[in-house]
Antibody, heavy 120, light 109 residues
Framework: QVQLQESGPGLVKPSQTLSLTCTVS??????????WSWIRQPAGKGLEWIGR???????NYNPSLKSRVTISVDTSKNQFSLKLSSVTAADTAVYYC????????????WGQGTLVTVSS | QSVLTQPPSVSGAPGQRVTISCTGS?????????VHWYQQLPGTAPKLLIY???NRPSGVPDRFSGSKSGTSASLAITGLQAEDEADYYC?????????FGGGTKLTVL
């Protein structure tokens, strides 16, 4: 059973960079032809896809966030990471990592989510 | 404003059948991209409920079913149970990015 777990600071100051890591267990991040995605959800609102990475390192980003987002992968640690720069209060949300099934583009496994608050 | 449109809320009594619609456009659902559905119980992460328009992952009761036609899709829940009270989201693909509906809150009366 694949499990994902987000980790990182719960509080980030405005204009700084939000950094989160997702640790995958129960299987190798490199096995199978999966993408690995980040999705966020502001309190009381819907889901927004941020972007994804393949274990080769190729990435796709949401155009609305592309200028501020970097997703990377460390296969040796079975982890992938999110960096979001120049954050504002609008970036306050629960951030989820998820496994992205290609040729269908749906998310079959999700982390429990981590709340990141942007505030001084 | 979400790319995919869902009703904000639906409700039904235990044992009844409810449906949740998801309306897209010619650039996403109408372009042939599959629709997927997620259930989000209060305070938890979304859980895959239906994938590929009408397929259920292992462990999802057959009370849940999905369909797609044209630029829209629907999630049907039969034999409504109190534990089905949750937020439901549809998801598809559009212009190289995953897109979600705004979510529908299901209340079991």
């Amino acid at each position: 059973q694949v499990q994902l777990q987000e980790s990182g600071p719960g509080l980030v100051k405005p204009s700084q960079t939000l950094s989160l890591t997702c640790t995958v267990s129960g299987g190798s991040i490199s096995s199978g032809s999966y993408y690995w995605s980040w999705i966020r959800q502001p309190a009381g609102k819907g889901l927004e896809w941020i972007g994804r990475i393949y274990t080769s390192g190729s990435t796709n980003y949401n155009p609305s966030l592309k200028s501020r987002v970097t997703i990377s992968v460390d296969t040796s640690k079975n982890q992938f990471s999110l960096k979001l720069s120049s954050v504002t209060a609008a970036d306050t949300a629960v951030y989820y990592c998820a496994r992205d099934v290609p040729n269908g583009d749906y998310f079959d496994y999700w982390g429990q989510g981590t709340l990141v608050t942007v505030s001084s | 404003q979400s790319v995919l449109t869902q009703p904000p809320s639906v409700s039904g009594a235990p044992g009844q059948r409810v449906t949740i619609s998801c309306t897209g456009s010619s650039s996403n659902i109408g372009a042939g991209y599959d629709v997927h559905w997620y259930q989000q119980l209060p305070g938890t992460a979304p859980k895959l409920l239906i994938y590929g328009n009408s397929n259920r992952p292992s462990g999802v009761p057959d009370r849940f079913s999905g369909s797609k036609s044209g630029t829209s899709a629907s999630l049907a829940i039969t034999g409504l149970q109190a534990e089905d009270e949750a937020d439901y989201y549809c998801q598809s693909y559009d212009s190289s990015l995953a897109v979600f509906g705004g979510g529908t809150k299901l209340t079991v009366l």
